[in-house]
């Protein structure tokens, strides 16, 4: 059974960088039909997707494009994991992000959510 | 505002049977399969229907998923309590190149 669990800080002052990990077990970051992705929920956005990273003989990613310009999602295939990068945060990017997977064009299995403030 | 929408609301009593829609697009719910979420205070989302109509296993099959054109609803039969929860749908969007959710339905049993 596929397991995420994610890791990182609670609380970012603004400007700074977001920075989250999922860690993976029951599967691959490498799975060949799989991709994975970060989902962040607020109350004045709804269920927000902002990219995935997916491997198909090389690694891609997608991104929103309202968050394009300032995010990174990268694989790390030693520890089996995958992470979330966004740059330049303001209090509209204070959320519950969540890391998941996609698998046969479902998004199937969350992570447990991270409730990230960001706040002088 | 969502690409994906939904009513804000719906109830029903115990045993009922309860209707929620979820209205797209030509380039999110007419080009690709749409897939329901439940959502219970504090805790992720967890897969109700995916594929249009599939049902993961362990979901009771009180709760169904259907589409028609750009269109989706999730119906749910046999209204229970613990039924309380928000429901969200999602489907792929070739246009935006991203997945793209309904703005959620908090659903009531009265």
């Known amino acids: 059974q596929v397991q995420l669990r994610q890791s990182g800080p609670g609380l970012v002052k603004p400007s700074q960088t977001l920075s989250l990990t999922c860690a993976i077990s029951g599967d691959s970051v490498s799975n060949n039909n799989a991709a994975w992705n970060w989902i962040r929920q607020s109350p004045s956005r709804g269920l927000e997707w902002l990219g995935r990273t997916y491997y198909r003989s090389r690694w891609s990613n997608d991104y929103a494009v309202s968050v394009k310009s300032r995010i990174a999602i990268n694989p790390d295939t030693s520890k089996n994991q995958f992470s979330l990068q966004l740059n330049s945060v303001t209090p509209e990017d204070t959320a519950v992000y969540y890391c998941a997977r996609g698998l046969s064009g479902t998004i199937d299995c969350w992570g447990q959510g991270t409730l990230v403030t960001v706040s002088s | 505002q969502s690409v994906l929408t939904q009513p804000p609301s719906a109830s029903g009593t115990p045993g009922q049977r309860v209707t929620i829609s979820c209205s797209g697009s030509?380039?999110?719910?007419?080009?690709?399969?749409v897939d329901w979420y439940q959502q219970l205070p504090g805790t992720a989302p967890k897969v109700l229907s995916y594929?249009?109509?599939q049902r993961p296993s362990g979901v009771p099959d009180r709760f169904s998923g259907s589409k028609s054109g750009t269109s989706a609803s999730l119906a749910i039969s046999g209204l229970q309590s613990e039924d309380e929860a928000d429901y969200y749908c999602?489907?792929?969007?070739?246009?935006?190149?991203?997945?793209?959710f309904g703005g959620g339905t908090k659903l009531t049993v009265l």
């Open positions: 999602a489907a792929w969007d070739d246009s935006l190149k991203g997945w793209v």
């Open positions: 594929s249009n109509n």
């Open positions: 030509s380039s999110n719910i007419g080009r690709n399969t």
